[in-house]
């Protein structure tokens, strides 16, 4: 099997001003088709740092993709490294002059230098834009270097690799990989359902991410025939499944907004939302889903105490005695919803968001959850410990998951 490392280079990935999601592509599409990644480094615009990077990684994969520094400005320094490291001299590309700028001389020479490619190197067409993508291989190692804009890198690197597999026809070896995303279950217990599961550890590797509440359980395995590690992927699944339950709400891209809307769909059910807390946040995952007009009737943000008598006819009397962040209220927001859109279910929360705000019997990351509908009402109270957006998120995803959790079960 081939193993591969990944270089994105770019001072403003290292200091975290951009987001880096190219290693993020290039990592899922080497899986794909059988690579093998094992490490993925992110470096300055820094010559010396990159030739360092580099030599380590050609000791330990056999395939090197690197994204950025192909500009032509003086930091982009990918090119010239790449050929000094491995003595091979800069030289204009065959079509070096398709686009000479009639123009300053400067822009001339960043022409030249977007062209320039090292001496034997496999030249990899850009499509989308002006910066060359080459390839090189020296002694047991390929070298290949991309551009950092996505859209470029995205289509260079999909023509690198249909030429990898046809310089490469014997290594059909397949890594498969499956998502299950859960809701409602800490890590620690779904790995310890995972390690009690008969699932043979030899041939199935399996990991855990967190994000938002939501445990993602990573399943991979590989075989030299595709089939075969698809048939140890299902046997795997099936397994998972009988052991997480109504945990499990979806595989892959799957997300609690999309799984809340296949059950709608499934039982012909429709939904309201009445939010404090979130501002929305339910009401905008919702709504992102194409078709959900059908289904989704009605949000409401009632912010202040006013709006949650006034719009949503929740009992003065509630917010006076309990608070409005109370069991009481989100209850009557629920209700409130329901009744005024007509919905099968109606969701309400309040909370407390942060940072301010909090006190001792009702501290920040407080959060009262209910959901209501013709024969049903629960309400969930949540102590949430994060930032204003992530207590947030995780009362959306909570919320969304109890309305799951009720179409499953009582619609």
């Known amino acids: 099997m081939t193993t591969a490392e990944i270089i994105t280079i770019g001072t403003e990935i290292v200091l975290g001003h951009i987001v880096d999601t190219n290693s993020r592509y290039i990592a899922g599409m080497l899986t794909k088709n059988g690579i093998h990644v094992l490490f993925t480094t992110s470096v300055r615009d820094d010559a010396e740092l990159l030739t360092s990077a580099l030599t ?16 032509p400005t003086e930091n982009d320094i ?3 490294t790449v050929s000094r490291l491995f003595n091979m001299p800069l030289i204009l590309s065959s079509d070096s002059y398709t686009n000479r700028p009639q123009c300053a001389d400067t822009l001339y020479e960043g022409a030249m230098k977007l062209k320039s490619i090292p001496s034997g190197a496999l030249i990899i067409p850009n499509e989308h834009g002006t910066a060359i993508g080459f390839a090189i291989i020296h002694n047991h190692t390929t070298i290949v270097c991309l551009p950092g ?30 998502q299950f995303h859960t809701f409602g279950l800490p890590e620690y217990k779904i790995n310890t359902v995972i390690k009690e599961c008969d699932i043979n550890k030899k041939l199935i590797k399996i990991m855990t991410l967190v994000h938002d509440g939501i445990v993602t359980v990573n399943v991979a395995t590989s075989s030299l025939i595709k089939e075969d590690a698809l048939r140890a992927l299902d046997a795997a699944e ?70 949650k008598i006034h719009i949503l006819h929740v009992p003065e009397a509630d917010i006076t005695t309990h608070g409005a962040v109370s069991a009481q209220v989100a209850e009557a927001m629920a209700k409130g919803i329901r009744k005024i859109s007509g919905a099968n279910i109606g969701i309400g929360i309040t909370g ?6 909090g006190s001792e019997q009702k501290p920040i990351g407080l959060v009262y959850i209910a959901v209501a509908g013709s024969n049903f009402i629960e309400v969930k109270k949540c102590q949430f410990r994060g ?20 179409l499953m079960n009582n619609c």
């Open 78 to 80: 990918t090119r010239e």
């Open 149 to 178: 804009v996505p859209g470029e890198m995205y289509q260079m690197l999909n023509s690198y690799l249909t030429l990898y597999k046809t310089q490469h026809p014997a290594e059909e070896y397949s890594i498969v990989t499956r």
């Open 352 to 357: 407390i968001a942060g940072p301010g705000g």
């Open 238 to 307: 099936t397994i998972l499944r009988k052991a997480l339950g109504q945990a499990i709400f979806g595989t892959d891209d799957a997300n609690l907004e999309h799984a809340v809307f296949e059950l709608l769909k499934e039982k012909s059910a429709t939904i309201a939302v009445a939010e404090s807390c979130t501002g929305g946040l339910v009401s905008d995952k919702l709504t992102n889903i194409p078709g959900i007009s059908e289904y989704f009737l009605e949000g409401i943000v009632a912010y202040s105490n006013e709006a």
């Open 56 to 71: 380590i990684a050609k000791e330990r994969a056999q395939l090197i993709i690197t994204t950025g520094g192909l500009g």
């Open 387 to 406: 930032t204003r957006m992530s207590n947030k998120l995780f009362s959306a995803n909570t919320a969304l998951n109890m309305a799951r959790l009720k």
